[in-house]
T-cell receptor, first 110, second 114 residues
Framework: GQQLNQSPQSMFIQEGEDVSMNCTSS?????WLWYKQDPGEGPVLLIA?????ELTSNGRLTAQFGITRKDSFLNISASIPSDVGIYFC??????????FGAGTTVTVRA | EPEVTQTPSHQVTQMGQEVILRCVPI?????FYWYRQILGQKVEFLVS????????KSEIFDDQFSVERPDGSNFTLKIRSTKLEDSAMYFC????????????FGEGSRLTVL
């Protein structure tokens, strides 16, 4: 199956800092997605990307779909305490399956 | 706001017992999924279901697993004879006809196999 490599695995950041994480894949995807998971909850969709090269924003979040269709990054600007959580990238070729990265755990120092 | 609901939120069972996890997807959605997440690990795809049949399944989804949509609202995952390694959070998800990005997850059912 498709392998997604997500980095960094974890990060500690100061409130107000910008955050960046990325995902690479061994194979191409037609869709890249970024989810956030809070403890004891299911993943919540943050941003969906459908075209190679696409750059999309959602508030303080910005994500890009790499030109090669094998990578994506997520930026969080001016982090706040509620940004704490685990961020997962996910990729899909079709309607039937998402492959997830291993996650980036973000902890914000107040 | 419509949401995917799952029951039970937590189930503890003995190894070898059968378990049924239940999900009520969002009402106008057409595609249904089960994913699982072993504690501290990534979310893994199990199975997708569309038009009353399995459309894709992973190697995790062996003969011990089955899914069913017994009526117009419920979507169930059955594990016939649970093993210790089945302990995980199981997430149901659904989407409408829109691209796969619009996948809505439930809050999960935690299964603990003793």
């Amino acid at each position: 199956g498709q392998q997604l490599n997500q980095s960094p695995q974890s990060m500690f950041i100061q409130e107000g800092e910008d955050v960046s994480m990325n995902c690479t894949s061994s194979s191409i995807f037609n869709t890249w997605l970024w989810y956030k998971q809070d403890p004891g909850e299911g993943p919540v969709l943050l941003i969906a990307l459908y075209k190679a090269g696409e750059l999309t924003s959602n508030g303080r979040l910005t994500a890009q779909f790499g030109i090669t269709r094998k990578d994506s990054f997520l930026n969080i600007s001016a982090s706040i305490p509620s940004d704490v959580g685990i961020y997962f990238c996910a990729g899909s070729l079709n309607d039937y399956k998402l492959s997830f990265g291993a996650g980036t755990t973000v902890t914000v120092r107040a | 706001e419509p949401e995917v609901t799952q029951t039970p939120s937590h189930q503890v069972t003995q190894m070898g017992q059968e378990v049924i996890l239940r999900c009520v997807p969002i009402s106008n959605h057409l595609y249904f999924y089960w994913y699982r997440q072993i504690l501290g690990q990534k979310v893994e795809f199990l199975v997708s279901f569309y038009n009353n049949e399995i459309s894709e399944k992973s190697e995790i989804f062996d003969d011990q697993f089955s899914v069913e949509r017994p009526d117009g609202s419920n979507f169930t995952l059955k594990i016939r004879s649970t093993k210790l390694e089945d302990s995980a959070m199981y997430f149901c998800a659904s989407k409408s006809y829109s691209p796969i990005g619009e996948l809505f997850f439930g809050e999960g059912s935690r299964l603990t196999v003793l």
